[in-house]
């Protein structure tokens, strides 16, 4: 089925650690993005991207790496663990800037815990 | 800091009454969608409303627009169990970058 594809869906990892969120999308949508959502809080966007080949920060971005080397894919890596990095993420992306507005499709989350 | 706040934070109310809940934000948008999300699961887009509309309908929500006073309201009318979740307002520039608030929690009982 269409959609946006992350994984895994649970993981666990120790301070110190790192790891790579995975996030694909097969709608050929040019802008991808990542959120956190922490209890009680709406999404905040991390990192995000208008295309292959460009990134940009959002409003959360330290602690957090991404690339994207094509347009289906746009992971996230965690460089080094922390407690405070225990969250749900989703991964989300939208059609074309034709200067038309467009609705987001959000992946169904990975829930990191850091212990 | 977070683009759209809800109002209220929680909502009680039984099946058949009809959901009110407001975002306000702080910059001028392209676009204004709403979004829902039940308990452990990705969200789910219900309506954008763009910038120079005033009102939209979609179902049993009706969402309405006032760029003046930088304002949103999401009416769910006729409310079911199944609308038991979380509603977000997000904001959205012309690339589609979203601005989440941090949602109303509603919660219908039969």
């Known amino acids: 089925n269409a959609g946006v594809t992350q994984t895994p869906k649970f993981q666990v990892l120790k301070t110190g650690q790192s790891m790579t969120l995975q996030c694909a999308q097969d709608m050929n949508h040019e802008y991808m993005s990542w959120y956190r959502q922490d209890p009680g809080m709406g999404l905040r966007l991390i990192h995000y991207s208008v295309g292959a080949g460009i990134t940009d920060q959002g409003e959360v971005p330290n602690g957090y790496n991404v690339s994207r080397s094509t347009t289906e894919d746009f992971p996230l890596r965690l460089l080094s663990a922390a407690p405070s990095q225990t969250s749900v993420y989703f991964c989300a992306s939208s059609g074309p800037n034709t200067g038309l507005p467009v609705d987001a499709f959000f992946g169904q989350g990975t829930r990191l815990t850091v212990v | 800091s977070q683009q759209g706040e809800e109002d209220p934070q929680a909502l009680s109310i039984q099946e058949g009454e009809n959901a009110t809940m407001n975002c306000s934000y702080k910059?001028?948008?392209?676009?204004l969608q709403w979004y829902r999300q039940n308990s452990g699961r990705g969200l789910v887009h219900l309506i954008l409303?763009?910038?120079?509309?005033r009102e939209k309908h979609s179902g049993r929500l009706r969402v309405t627009l006032d760029t003046s006073k930088k304002s949103s309201s999401l009416l769910i009318t006729a409310s079911r169990a199944a609308d038991t979740a979380s509603y977000f307002c997000?904001?959205?520039?012309?690339?589609?970058?979203?601005?989440f608030g941090a949602g109303t929690q509603v919660v219908v009982t039969p």
């Open positions: 910059t001028s948008i392209n676009n």
């Open positions: 409303i763009r910038s120079n509309e």
């Open positions: 997000a904001t959205s520039d012309s690339w589609g970058k979203l601005q």
